[in-house]
């Protein structure tokens, strides 16, 4: 058996979001999850930046995640 490890980076265009998640401060609440971040970004299997060209440069694959409608009407 042989263990696989992934290196993730998340992009976004916020510079405070991206500074508060190299801190371990999430911007959403799920059971555990900064403990998460904290201990795979002191592992180096996680990153956050606000350079596109970094993150994808070496990328296998990439997800895209956006923000679900908040609207009755879509927006």
């Known amino acids: 058996f042989r263990r696989v490890l992934f290196r993730s980076i998340c992009v ?5 979001k991206i500074n508060n998640l190299k801190k371990g401060i999430s911007p959403i609440y799920e059971n555990r999850l900064e403990e998460l971040i904290n201990k795979n970004y002191k592992k180096g299997n996680l990153d956050f930046t606000t350079d596109y060209k970094y993150a994808y440069k070496d990328a296998d694959v990439i997800i895209l995640a956006v923000g679900t409608p908040e609207r009755d009407d879509g927006s």
């Not at 976004?12 to 405070?16: A, E, F, L, R, T």
């Open 12 to 16: 976004d265009i916020d510079d405070i």
